[in-house]
T-cell receptor, first 116, second 110 residues
Framework: GAVVSQHPSWVICKSGTSVKIECRSLDFQATTMFWYRQFPKQSLMLMATSNEGSKATYEQGVEKDKFLINHASLTLSTLTVTSAHPEDSSFYICSARDRLARETQYFGPGTRLLVL | GQQLNQSPQSMFIQEGEDVSMNCTSS?????WLWYKQDPGEGPVLLIA?????ELTSNGRLTAQFGITRKDSFLNISASIPSDVGIYFCAGQRGDYKLSFGAGTTVTVRA
């Protein structure tokens, strides 16, 4: 149990295009999901909290118009990187909070984004 | 954000040795979690600790939630080659956000 998937696992896009990343909790419902960004050889940096049925909350310094988050159901959150630029290239990881497992967070496998 | 002090930053160990790493914080957390991350993958939960003083094992892994709620350690006994990877501690607050340590990179010499 407690499986989180992400799609796609990697994506290459041209500068100026938008990219959507999906995060799904496969065997549990998640009212809250989190989006992280990780640079090589660094720890995970929390970008935003995705709340089902309401607006996402963003960490300081993260542009909400740049990183659009939609949590349309209890098992799906999406992150859209709008007008992507090379500096947006990174490893994006989501996590989902399992209320029935003492609020433990389980992580997806990550999405590698490369913007050319 | 990253508020936890995790040590050591890296370690080279001989197969069969025991490994210890720890995390400290200036803040109190409700839950301590230990994750392992392989290159190109997401973190995988190893052990979750929910109560101050709790000592929990998962196979060769043992972790403890410090009494002050500001620290935790992880022990790996009898290391094997597949223990290679980066280990992260994380503290969870009341708003469910996680603060991560910088990670401990473990390399096992066969």
């Amino acid at each position: 149990g407690a499986v989180v998937s992400q799609h796609p696992s990697w994506v290459i896009c041209k500068s100026g295009t938008s990219v959507k990343i999906e995060c799904r909790s496969l065997d549990f419902q998640a009212t809250t999901m989190f989006w992280y960004r990780q640079f090589p050889k660094q720890s995970l940096m929390l970008m935003a909290t995705s709340n089902e049925g309401s607006k996402a909350t963003y960490e300081q310094g993260v542009e909400k118009d740049k990183f659009l988050i939609n949590h349309a159901s209890l098992t799906l959150s999406t992150l859209t990187v709008t007008s992507a630029h090379p500096e947006d290239s990174s490893f994006y990881i989501c996590s989902a909070r399992d209320r029935l497992a003492r609020e433990t967070q389980y992580f997806g496998p990550g999405t590698r984004l490369l913007v050319l | 954000g990253q508020q936890l002090n995790q040590s050591p930053q890296s370690m080279f160990i001989q197969e069969g040795e025991d490994v210890s790493m720890n995390c400290t914080s200036s803040s109190i957390f409700n839950t301590w979690l230990w994750y392992k991350q392989d290159p190109g993958e997401g973190p995988v939960l190893l052990i979750a600790l929910y109560k101050a003083g709790e000592l929990t094992s998962n196979g060769r892994l043992t972790a403890q939630f410090g009494i002050t709620r500001k620290d935790s350690f992880l022990n790996i006994s009898a290391s094997i080659p597949s223990d290679v990877g980066i280990y992260f501690c994380a503290g969870q607050r009341g708003d469910y956000k996680l603060s991560f340590g910088a990670g401990t990179t473990v390399t096992v010499r066969a």
